[in-house]
């Protein structure tokens, strides 16, 4: 066998657009989620999380199952800094140890919120 040589490197497939033209484009394109969500998007057979610029966040996940339960997560807890602001260490009104805080709403550590009492008095 011969080796194959072409005149000039301006007459290859992808510097001419030959190339180009012979591969179709995706009849849709993935539909990203709004800013601050996340979605699903499969991805060489396995799927992907990604934000609203197209940025995968997670490593690839082998079931679809397994990347909307991440996705799903994901969206619950921007969701939740959204409505009440971001998570903070607070002290418990009860207790007062310090604990971390789901937002403003959130003063009782979990210890205490489900003891089934009245604060200890001193």
């Given at each position: ?10 007459s ?51 079931s ?7 996705a ?15 998570a ?27 003891l ?7």
């Amino acid at each position: 066998m011969g080796v194959v040589r072409m005149k000039s490197w301006r007459s290859h497939p992808a510097i001419t657009g030959q190339a180009a033209n012979s591969v179709s484009a995706p009849d849709r394109l993935p539909q990203l989620p709004p800013a601050g969500r996340y979605a699903v998007h499969p991805f060489a057979g396995r799927f992907a999380v990604v934000n609203h610029t197209g940025n995968a966040v997670a490593t690839l996940k082998v079931s679809r199952r397994d990347a909307e339960e991440l996705a799903h997560k994901l969206n619950e807890t921007a969701e939740r800094e959204e409505r009440f602001g971001q998570a903070m260490r607070r002290p418990c009104l009860c207790c007062e140890r310090e604990f971390t805080s789901e937002g403003i709403h959130n003063r009782l550590c979990p210890y205490c919120r489900h003891l089934d009492h009245a604060p200890m008095t001193r």
